[in-house]
């Protein structure tokens, strides 16, 4: 895939198609990534956690929404249409509880030519379906290996960062044949109302992003870049040019934005040009 810059969104946190409706096609003229990635689908409808579903934190805020989404047929029939009228290379991110699943998902896009790569969400911390893949080397290449035959678009594996060795998990995408991995997902967090005593999410504990989970970010994709050789999506509370410098100084190839979008809906384009003005400017 070639992009015009190496700024792109984090899944789940900006939907193009509601910024679309604020927007109106001012948004196409001037979207602010170079490719999209979608929020995760699942191949049924989901209708999410209860709420509360997001916790602001001092620096960043925990989330556990829970991957509501309208299911595949939904995505196909509704979202893929508006999402393939974006300027934009498309990274449509799924999940699955099983092989099988995945399977099905990744063969019926795969013919889609308004899709062009995915990304595999092999780490949301807020799903309760027991095993989460990517927390196992041994299940990352085995899903790899079951999908890989399916497609030969780019598949992108998301990596959770709450593992001791995410380099491991990486390494195993890489020998099941991905093309490329992201990280990080979010971290594991729970906060209490002070005023109530109760947890401030409404099922107990969510995932930690923004410039809090920007330090443990960075060594991640350092350490994963020093153990696998396929390019790299790193994200975790990246908001400026400067912080986007600093991962792909990690050994990230690409950025994705994800909490500063819901700050600075624009954050995406405003990122890009302090990224390029830095690299402009000697050092
Ligand atoms: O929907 C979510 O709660 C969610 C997902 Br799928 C994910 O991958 N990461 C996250 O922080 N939240």
Redesign the pocket.
Known sequence: MELRSPVINA??TFDAIAARGVYGDALLKEFPFSAFVSK?ITLEPRA??EPQRIWETPAGMI?????PNKGFEGFIAEDLPQLGELPVPLIVSV?ATGHEDFGRMVSALDEREEVAAFEL?V?????HSGLIVGEQPAETVALLEALRPLTQKPLIV?LTPNVADPAAVAVAAEEGGADAVSLI??MKAAAIDPATGKPGIGVGQ??L?GPAVRPIAIAQVRAVAAAAGVPIVGMGGVSSGADAREMLAAGATLVAVGTENFRDPRAGDRITKELFEQSARPT
């Open positions: 899944s789940g995760t999410g956690n989330n556990s929404i829970g991957l999940m969400n780490s949301c911390p807020n799903v998301k997902n979010t969510g995932g992003s």
